[in-house]
């Protein structure tokens, strides 16, 4: 099998594509928020069974569980009755079911790519095996997109703890209109990059035998690059609702923007900024914006995790309560079960739903998608479900827990040099 079957299998529109400076908004979309796997994988097993030409799929972890099964199936059976099928999990994410998943899709013509894989011990000695694929998007027909923090896998089961009798808390969103052309072209940027790791002999025989051996590297080309550049839009004050914009991090042109659009939307606030993430050790611009926004008389509150599945993580993100609540930062920890969403909403009519974390692994490694919403409406939702877990969540007092001291100066010096000498091991430069 070949990643490329010819010009007929390629799409005749143009992708909208994000600038790498900032979000490219477009309107008229339809955004809908999704609350788990439960509401996630019916929506995309709905869609994927309508298929009538292409289905692509990007995610960290494909697990082997009933979740994962049944998304399997749904591709399995589409692939069977002629829709074309691309699949791209990370070789770390996704390690322990590739075989399994490898065998739920043969012989159905559905092509699956390994981000990355570490099927061999020296693999982790390649260059940027840190850096990995940690995106959750799927787009069905160019017309049907999905972008948010879910992983394949059911929502009580943790990898790390076995199954739970609480759901982990977790969002994405269903999108229609014109962002989802940017989304399907980042999940055919990355399959194309993970395909031709696994096999580029293959794909350069079939160009050289091609009878337009040019035309066909030119569509390569297009493929491996991610998203970028300028669309034709109409001016933001001009676009219908609902706006929304498909955000990317990459190690490309685009190494920092979703950090700079958290950035610049915290430091626009003008009454409140609400953040979840499960995973948070923000750089000096992030915990000075949350600062600056706090001291100026912004409600600013974050939901961090209460139960905690990484020891590393719950530290990291503990050394920096003192500093941030001193400059009244309000911040809660969630306990009723895991937390692995990452959501924020800024004053009215700013919201994000996506795979990026508030830390140096998400903000400067790790290949991530947000979708940001400027609508009030779909903020108000977000926000009531923020409301809703904050008040089964512990608010933290500075007087009782995370006293500071040698201890917490200890413990803040000893997670800064971790994250330090982890991000040189994996190659980020510049200032975090």
Known sequence: MTPESGP????????????????????????????????????????????????????????????????????????LRGVRVRIVVDGFGSKQSLAWL??????????LAVFRPIDRWWRWLQPGQ????HQKLCVVDGEVGFVGGINIIDDRNDLNHGMCEQARLDFAVGLRGAAVQAIEQACRAVWTRAWLGRDFTEELIAMVR???????????????????????????????????????????????????AYVHAIRSARHRVDLITPYFYPGHAFRNALRDSARRGVQVRLLLQGKVDYRIAGMAASVLYEELLRHGVRI????????????????????????????PLSLLLNLEANVIVQD????????EEFDAAL??????????????????????????????????????????
């Open 332 to 359: 809660y920890e969630y306990t009723p079960a895991f937390l692995h969403a990452k959501i924020a909403v800024v004053d009215d009519d700013w919201a994000t739903v996506g795979s990026s974390n508030i830390d």
């Open 102 to 111: 490898t065998e739920q899709l043969e012989g159905s013509g559905a092509a």
């Open 391 to 432: 008040a089964v969540s512990l608010e933290v007092d500075a007087k009782h827990r995370h006293l500071p001291g040698w201890r917490g100066v200890l413990r803040r010096g000893l997670v800064a040099w971790v994250a330090y000498v982890y991000l040189r091991v994996a190659g980020a430069t510049g200032k975090y």
């Open 130 to 133: 840190l850096r990995r694929l």
């Open 210 to 260: 091609s009878p337009a051996p040019i035309r066909r590297a030119r569509r390569l080309l297009k493929r491996l690059k991610m998203p970028g550049g300028k669309s034709d839009l109409t001016p933001d004050a001009w676009l219908p609702p609902m706006r929304a914009a498909f955000v990317l991090r990459d190690n490309l042109r685009r190494r920092r923007t979703i950090e700079h």
């Open 8 to 79: 007929a299998d390629e799409p005749q529109h143009q992708p909208l594509w994000p600038s790498p400076s900032g979000p490219d908004f477009t309107g008229g979309n339809d955004v809908r928020l999704l609350r788990g796997g439960d509401q996630l994988f019916p929506a995309q097993i709905e869609a994927i069974a309508a298929a009538r030409h292409e289905v692509w799929l990007a995610t960290y972890i494909f697990h082997n569980d009933i979740a994962g099964a049944q998304l399997a199936q749904a591709l399995r059976a589409a692939s």
């Open 376 to 383: 009030p409406g779909f903020a108000r939702q977000l926000r």
